[in-house]
């Protein structure tokens, strides 16, 4: 039995914008480590954006997962 739309926590149109969303920050963040030695940035910001980098990576995949199953969990 189906759930009616106003009951499902997210709708495919949004999380794909959050996709979207996450994958731009991704690249962003993996062109800014890649050329630290021409910004000389210091190593604890490296770090930070380092963790950061890997924290959009897992809610990415978090999000990618939600994103290919349907409302009874089934693979889309």
Do not use: F, Y
Not at 27 to 56: C, F, I, M, N, S
């Amino acid at each position: 039995m189906r759930k009616p739309d106003h009951a499902r926590p997210s709708e495919p149109h949004a999380e794909r914008a959050e996709l979207v969303r996450l994958v731009r920050r991704i690249q962003a963040l993996t062109l800014e480590l890649q050329e630290p030695r021409r910004r000389e940035l210091d190593h604890a910001h490296v770090e930070a954006k380092g963790r950061l980098l890997e924290q959009l990576r897992w809610r990415l995949a978090a999000v990618a997962r939600r994103a290919a199953t349907d409302e009874l969990g089934n693979a889309a």
